[in-house]
């Protein structure tokens, strides 16, 4: 299996831009995870979709941010507008949850610098 | 809230020799635990979990010690090779949730050859 892919890898862009980034799960998971890394704050969950259904956004930061996910085998992130404190790392992961948390299977990440 | 707890401490080795990683948690309640590697420009990835049932765990080169008395849990790598350079991430799961993973901020492992 490829794993899970994101796209873009880097992304650049100015203040008041609006940022889509993208996810591939792993085939077959059930359970989608858009996580936010900073050196600040760490690792932050944003939104966790099951069967493609939005289960807990409270991760979402503000309205800028919204996740959708509408089939098995794709997700995206959008932040509009983008602000400089959006600047981050944002990962993607998947797994299959069937009743108790295991292991995520994490992308490599999309690296977002808002100027 | 209640959180792990690292604040990306370093540990530097000889390769060769074994490291231990510290995580001290505060939630009383997690049952499930898990260590994450990251190695530099890539997603974290998974090593090994245990459930709060358990006080090790062992996998291939790596232990994993829970003791919940202290809400403390480690991670040893035996025989630390330079690919073991990275960060590492302690993640726990409140009880009751089936998906929340609360990250610590990470342990920066380096080996010196």
């Known amino acids: 299996d490829a794993g899970v892919i994101q796209s873009p890898r880097h992304e650049v862009t100015e203040m008041g831009q609006e940022v889509t980034l993208r996810c591939k799960p792993i085939s077959g998971h059930n359970s989608l995870f858009w996580y936010r890394q900073t050196m600040m704050r760490g690792l932050e969950l944003l939104i966790y979709?099951?069967?493609?259904?939005?289960?807990?956004d409270s991760g979402m930061p503000e309205d800028r941010f919204s996740a959708k996910m509408p089939n098995a085998s794709f997700s995206t992130l959008k932040i509009q507008p983008s602000e400089p404190r959006d600047s981050a790392v944002y990962f993607c992961?998947?797994?299959?949850?069937?009743?108790?948390?295991?292991?995520?299977?994490f992308g490599e990440g999309s690296r977002l610098t808002v100027l | 809230g209640e959180s792990v707890g690292l604040h990306l401490p370093t540990l530097s080795v000889q390769e060769g020799d074994n490291s231990i990683i510290n995580c001290a948690y505060s939630?009383?309640?997690?049952?499930?635990f898990i260590w994450y590697k990251q190695e530099s420009g890539k997603g974290p990835q998974f090593i090994i979990d245990?459930?709060?049932?358990?006080d090790k765990r062992q996998g291939q080169r790596v232990t994993v010690l829970l003791n919940k008395t202290v809400k403390h849990l480690s991670l040893q790598i035996a025989a630390t090779q330079p690919g073991d350079s990275a960060v590492y991430f302690c993640?726990?799961?409140?009880?009751?949730?089936?998906?929340?993973?609360?990250f610590g901020k990470g342990t920066l492992l380096t080996v010196n050859p």
């Open positions: 993640a726990e799961n409140p009880q009751g949730s089936n998906y929340k993973l609360t």
């Open positions: 939630n009383s309640a997690s049952d499930y």
């Open positions: 979709f099951n069967n493609n259904v939005p289960i807990d």
């Open positions: 245990i459930r709060s049932n358990m």
């Open positions: 992961a998947s797994s299959f949850l069937g009743g108790q948390v295991g292991e995520l299977f």
